[in-house]
């Protein structure tokens, strides 16, 4: 006859080895393709940690389906971690954080992690521009017209001149997120043709730039960053990573 023996509490240790360094929370729109991909290039160190969690949202692009995020903000960033404690949070979602005001997604975002530090696309936008020492900025975007003149008025709310402003004019998250390398770079050498700015920003989390952009500023003199991309430094930055990453391009040469 078999015998069942059922041994429990068994002594075990712990160590430091989640987010030993850094817990890094990430809201995603649920119809992104892109900024979690991004951000792997970036936080690959050791004990560094970023947690994701999706938040429903139309894959249009309007300023109605942008607003309509807001309400959910706070329950899907409280889905990160529940009852514990992150470093850095971060909402993905630049053209929402434009409609809904950048101070009012960090508040929602505090409003579920009151320890985090927190960011979004413009606030960390904003910090790369300090950064870089941009006051004019060449934007490029792939909204629609009515969410460009919010971006636009957004971005010149925050103190820095608008030279020049491209659109690929395409709503569709799916869509955006395949727009190619070689589309954005004919993009942005055309924005910026025959005039002087300080910075290149590429608004959208949907799209791809990360691993181009150094290409990119080498090719049109001037600093290149996206929504990830400052994004990413910025959460960086705001967990108190000095790091220069090579090849990630000028803005993470940047303290």
């Not at 729109?29 to 940690?49: C, H, I, K, M, W």
């Not at 969690?53 to 807001?70: E, V």
Request: hydrophobic share 45%.
């Amino acid at each position: 006859m078999s015998t069942f023996e059922l041994i429990e509490n068994l002594p075990f240790t712990t160590e430091s080895a989640i987010g030993s360094v850094a817990r890094i929370g990430l809201v995603v729109l649920a119809s992104d393709y892109t900024v979690e991909n991004e951000f792997r290039q970036v936080f690959n160190q050791p004990g560094v940690d970023v947690f994701h969690a999706r938040i429903s949202n139309a894959p249009n692009i309007t300023p109605q389906t942008l607003a309509a995020m807001g309400p959910s903000i706070t329950e899907t960033a409280g889905r990160l971690l529940p009852g514990d404690k992150l470093d850095v949070l971060a909402y993905g979602c630049t053209s929402a954080s434009m409609v809904l005001g950048p101070q009012k997604v960090n508040g929602l975002l505090n409003d579920a992690k009151p320890e985090a530090k927190v960011t979004n696309p413009v606030t960390a936008a904003f910090a790369a521009f300090e950064a870089l020492g941009a006051r004019r900025i060449a934007v490029l975007t792939p909204y629609r017209s009515d969410v460009n003149q919010i971006v636009r008025a957004g971005i010149e709310a925050g103190g820095y001149e608008v030279v020049v402003f491209g659109s690929f004019n395409e709503e569709l998250d799916p869509v955006v997120a395949s727009i190619d390398a070689d589309s954005l770079k004919a993009a942005i050498r055309t924005i910026l043709d025959g005039r002087q700015v300080d910075a290149v920003f590429v608004s959208c989390t949907s799209v791809r730039l990360m691993h181009v952009v150094s290409q990119i500023e080498a090719e049109v003199g001037v600093p290149v960053t996206s929504s990830n991309h400052a994004m990413a430094w910025h959460c960086l930055r705001l967990a108190g990573d000095d790091s220069v990453l090579p090849g990630m391009g000028r803005l993470f040469e940047r303290l």
